[in-house]
């Protein structure tokens, strides 16, 4: 039996359309990431999911049970950490925590040894009001209270947005320390470095999926060569780029521009173009393509 199904969703909101026929199967025990910019869909799919709306049109599944017509049991189910800080601001961390347990008939000292390697990284404040942690600690508790019943599933919406680097790394050492427990883990990232811990991606734009396997093939279903063309002066390449015939798709990504270029073209012919353009100094190398390149081809592909 798979973790979680969907079939079909639809979901609107009014004449918005914030999910358009999405369909997909998370496997038990692995960790699946929907990775997308803001306004994918993803949220809205998350909360589907945690049987907190009704979808439009669909149907899913957790653990084989339905979200709408068993929500009731299957919330026993499932750890939700939304998107932004929901806790209660105005408790202790360690309130917090007692007060999920006891939702969930249970006690901190039941379930310890799972949340142990989180929460041990904020116990020295546990006295503290929520509202005065900082990020990366904010997100910390959050996770922990959503673990505290010992869910099956966990679904995590953007868990590190806003959070710092060592927070964020943190944060996947601790979802890869789940999924050896068993937790089978839904979460939504807009971070595409964040793709490559995943087991599978579905990569999500418009409220459609573009496209779901491992990072590894998403990466290599590129479809031709990619090249990295870099000058000082990144301004004047883009627009010497522009007028190049054989510079196909030109997208910039940090100092470089990446350049895919027509059939039967070689990448010296490229440099010699802009270098007749009056832009000299140019070089190119060939890359392996990464999640956003395939992301971009895709979205090309749908528009």
């Given at each position: 039996?798979?973790?979680?199904?969907?079939?079909?969703?639809?979901?609107r909101y009014?004449?918005?359309?914030?999910?358009?026929?999405?369909?997909?199967?998370?496997?038990?025990?692995?960790?699946?990431?929907?990775?997308?910019?803001?306004?994918?869909?993803?949220?809205?799919?998350?909360?589907?999911?945690?049987?907190?709306?009704?979808?439009?049109?669909?149907?899913?599944?957790?653990?084989?049970?339905?979200?709408?017509?068993?929500?009731?049991?299957?919330?026993?189910?499932?750890?939700?950490?939304?998107?932004?800080?929901?806790?209660?601001?105005?408790l202790?961390?360690?309130?917090?925590?007692?007060f999920?347990?006891?939702i969930?008939g249970?006690?901190?000292?039941?379930?310890?040894?799972?949340?142990?390697?989180?929460?041990?990284?904020?116990?020295?404040?546990?006295?503290?009001?929520?509202?005065?942690?900082s990020?990366?600690?904010?997100?910390?508790?959050?996770?922990?209270?959503?673990?505290?019943?010992?869910?099956?599933?966990?679904?995590?919406?953007?868990?590190?947005?806003?959070?710092?680097a060592?927070?964020?790394?943190?944060?996947?050492?601790?979802?890869?320390?789940?999924?050896?427990?068993?937790?089978?883990?839904?979460?939504?990232?807009?971070?595409?470095?964040?793709?490559?811990?995943?087991?599978?991606?579905?990569?999500?734009?418009?409220?459609?999926?573009?496209?779901?396997?491992?990072?590894?093939?998403?990466?290599?279903?590129?479809?031709?060569?990619?090249?990295?063309?870099?000058?000082?002066?990144?301004?004047?390449?883009?627009?010497?780029?522009?007028?190049?015939?054989?510079?196909?798709?030109?997208?910039?990504?940090?100092?470089?521009?990446?350049?895919?270029?027509?059939?039967?073209?070689?990448?010296?012919?490229?440099?010699?173009?802009?270098?007749?353009?009056?832009?000299?100094?140019?070089?190119?190398?060939?890359?392996v393509?990464?999640?956003?390149?395939?992301?971009?081809?895709?979205?090309?592909?749908?528009?």
């Amino acid at each position: 039996m798979a973790a979680a199904e969907a079939y079909n969703i639809t979901h609107r909101y009014g004449k918005v359309t914030a999910l358009d026929d999405v369909s997909f199967t998370v496997s038990d025990g692995e960790l699946f990431g929907f990775i997308g910019p803001d306004g994918a869909g993803k949220t809205t799919l998350f909360r589907i999911a945690a049987t907190l709306i009704i979808p439009s049109g669909g149907r899913m599944t957790l653990l084989g049970l339905n979200t709408v017509s068993r929500y009731r049991e299957l919330r026993n189910y499932i750890g939700y950490m939304p998107g932004r800080f929901s806790l209660y601001q105005d408790l202790t961390v360690e309130e917090n925590l007692n007060f999920f347990a006891t939702i969930f008939g249970t006690t901190l000292k039941e379930n310890y040894n799972l949340i142990e390697p989180i929460y041990k990284q904020i116990e020295p404040y546990k006295k503290r009001l929520a509202g005065k942690l900082s990020g990366g600690m904010k997100q910390k508790l959050a996770l922990s209270c959503a673990l505290i019943h010992r869910p099956k599933i966990l679904i995590l919406d953007e868990p590190t947005t806003g959070v710092d680097a060592v927070s964020r790394t943190e944060f996947w050492e601790m979802l890869t320390g789940l999924k050896r427990e068993g937790i089978t883990i839904i979460v939504s990232t807009p971070y595409m470095d964040e793709a490559l811990r995943c087991d599978r991606i579905a990569l999500m734009q418009s409220g459609t999926i573009l496209g779901i396997d491992t990072p590894d093939s998403i990466r290599r279903s590129y479809g031709q060569k990619l090249y990295a063309v870099r000058h000082p002066d990144k301004y004047k390449l883009l627009l010497a780029l522009s007028s190049v015939p054989c510079a196909l798709s030109k997208e910039p990504f940090g100092d470089a521009v990446h350049v895919t270029i027509s059939t039967g073209s070689k990448p010296e012919e490229l440099i010699t173009a802009l270098a007749d353009s009056g832009l000299t100094g140019s070089t190119i190398a060939e890359i392996v393509p990464g999640i956003e390149d395939v992301f971009l081809e895709l979205m090309k592909r749908k528009q």
